[in-house]
């Protein structure tokens, strides 16, 4: 029974999900995930106390993903500091997901009503932490002057994680795919 | 008669774009923007066939007081190419307009119905445009030698435009409107 529980809960998520960033947070009713899932309105009820409680859910799951995924890169030892920001990069550029906005977390966000503080801030606390690893990278990289020295490492991490950001989006909306990895590779050039 | 008229149309576009950034496209209802701007329903649909039309020439509107601006940054021929992109990222970081990603455009952009391709398509054109500018000005920059020699200039404008983009939704999640000042004068020094 448990296991039935898990994957009714996982189907809700993996349906909403795609909805989400597809169609729109707001445009897609709970009725809708129900057509879409097969689970039942009570069944998800049970899960999630509304819509909102949902997307908070999605969240997290996107946001456990990609820590665990930057974390395994930023621990690689046995590559050079350029080869981890480089598949950082990477792994960032390379959004699986199709969405409305290049970036998934960049969608949800600006579709969040006004007043969901509490999730905002913890979209805003995932990049934070995105910026410290690069951070910390930049400053092993400096140290083993496999980068510039005096390269001042929170700008430059605030630089790279805004571009990937940025790029993602730009490459949606100009329908060309291969600008951020062009991009991305001038910028890890200019660090040398 | 025409000036009345003139002044109901302003006043409905100065409200829906309001509504639309720091509330979202889709949480603002004709009513709502009937209720705010006190025109009456029939007088809006005089002027926009749908909130999608509405929202069509908001775009249209920033578009172009945008690529004004950044025309005139352009062509200041007085001042060196370096301090003219210094004051482009300065024009494009310091966005007037409050709204729920950072930066207007990617707003609503990112709120947009999925079938919406035109709007889709003029808001990409847009940002091409500025990639154009800036590239064009990193190439008189390169042969000024203000620039690095060999700078690819193509990728560096795309990363520069990506990075202004990134920048101001990762300000905004992250509640920290220093961090696309910092970013950008990196980048401005990396390209030295």
Redesign the interface.
Known sequence: MMRQKKTNRDLVVEVATSLFL???Y??TSMDEIVATSKVSKTNIYYYFSSKEDLLSAILDQLIQTYRGLIAEIASQHALSVYERITALLQLLANQELSC??GCPF??L??????DAHAI?AK??RF??DQ?DTVDKLLQMGIERQEFKAGL?S???A??I??????????QH???DDT??E??????AL??K
């Open positions: 597809n169609k729109g707001l445009a409305l906005g960049l969608t966000y600006t579709q969040l009503p006004p905002r979209v805003g990049f934070l910026v001042p929170r700008p430059t605030q630089l994680v805004s571009a990937v950001e940025g790029g993602l989006f730009l909306a100009g329908q600008l951020l062009q991009a991305l590779s001038t910028l200019l660090l």
